[in-house]
């Protein structure tokens, strides 16, 4: 069964960091596209940044470029979205998708608020 587990979420002041993690289980993540997506209150989910499966090329949205940073631990089968220079413009539910499977995690809340 497949199964995205997010965590590393919380409350930071604008200009802090915070590390999301997405658990895999199920399915190795080096054999599929991950993605973090996000959804803030009244918007529609969108992509924030993704690595492929082969190449492990990343891309961005133009939004988030040079303050997140998505990787891959393949030993620990998780994706991380490290996320620095957090504004509050950030704030949102944050998911994790497998493109080819088609599955999502429940998600991680990041608020960034003085």
């Known amino acids: 069964q497949v199964q995205l587990v997010e965590s590393g979420g919380g409350l930071v002041q604008p200009g802090g960091s915070l590390r999301l993690s997405c658990a895999a289980s199920g399915f190795t993540v080096s054999s599929d596209t991950m993605s973090w997506y996000r959804q803030a209150p009244g918007k529609e989910r969108e992509l924030v940044a993704l690595?492929?499966?082969?190449?492990?090329?990343?891309n961005y949205a133009d939004s988030v470029k040079g303050r997140l940073t998505i990787s891959r631990d393949n030993a620990k089968n998780t994706v991380y979205l490290q996320m620095n220079s957090l504004k509050p413009e950030d704030t949102a539910v944050y998911y994790c998708n497998a493109h080819q499977r088609g599955s999502w995690g429940q998600g991680t809340q990041v608020t960034v608020s003085s």
């Open positions: 690595i492929t499966r082969s190449l492990s090329s990343t």
